[in-house]
């Protein structure tokens, strides 16, 4: 079963630590993703990379950077967090044409 | 700019009826891939259907089906014979051909009722 694998479930940061949300995927997909999910607001891209090392901002950038130095790990860093950054994190991947994302299962960062 | 809307923030329906989800989006391109997605309560977002802009017929998927309209820019979601299962968050997203970047309407929370 393909699977994408995000580290943790629930994470509970201080305001100023630097977080890494970590995600891998078994599929060999060479894009990956990152969206935050709040509510009302759907889902909003961070950060996206189609092949290793490469990277595109999305909608939302500040305050993230993301990392990817195999094809199947994709990170999102968050510099120094702030309690603007509390949400869900969604990860996702797809292979380089038309089909559908294959997500993960989110992980809830607050940020206190 | 790609747009997604879903103007139904939360709809119930009960056990065994169908129901429909709306979803309009706004797009100058020609070629483009519509899609629902589910996410359950346990969270893990999942795809549920795809259309293809140049396929005028209506994407099927066991009891889920789709009304694309492609003048009026309106691809609904259609859930028949609804299961308790199906309770869940339901996004409606586009994508240009061409590009990476899919973008997702706000949702519509589901429930079925027993």
């Known amino acids: 079963d393909v699977k994408v694998t995000q580290s943790s479930r629930y994470l509970v940061k201080r305001t100023g630590e630097k977080v890494f949300l970590e995600c891998v995927q078994d599929m060999d997909h060479e894009n990956m993703f990152w969206y935050r999910q709040d509510p009302g607001l759907g889902l909003r891209l961070i950060y996206f990379?189609?092949?290793?090392?490469?990277?595109e901002k999305g909608d939302i950038p500040e305050g993230y950077s993301v990392s990817r130095e195999k094809k199947e790990r994709f990170s999102l860093i968050l510099e120094s967090a702030s309690t603007n950054q509390t949400s869900m994190y969604l990860c996702a991947s797809s292979f380089a044409g038309n089909y559908g994302y294959t997500f993960g299962s989110g992980t809830r960062l607050t940020v206190v | 700019a790609q747009t997604v809307t879903q103007s139904q923030p939360e709809m119930s329906v009960q056990e065994a009826e169908t129901v429909t989800l709306s979803c309009t989006y706004d797009?100058?391109?020609?070629?483009?891939?519509l899609f629902w997605y589910k996410q359950p309560p346990s969270r893990q977002m999942i795809l549920v259907i795809r259309?293809?802009?140049?396929?005028?017929q209506n994407a099927t998927e066991n009891r889920f089906s789709v009304n694309f309209q492609k003048a009026a820019k309106s691809f609904s979601l259609k859930i028949s014979d609804s299961q308790l299962g199906d309770t869940a968050m339901y996004f409606c997203?586009?994508?240009?051909?061409?590009?990476?970047?899919?973008?997702f309407g706000t949702g519509t929370r589901l429930k079925v009722l027993a």
């Open positions: 797009t100058s391109e020609n070629n483009y891939y």
């Open positions: 990379s189609y092949d290793v090392k490469m990277k």
């Open positions: 997203a586009s994508r240009t051909s061409g590009t990476y970047k899919y973008i």
């Open positions: 259309q293809e802009a140049y396929k005028q």
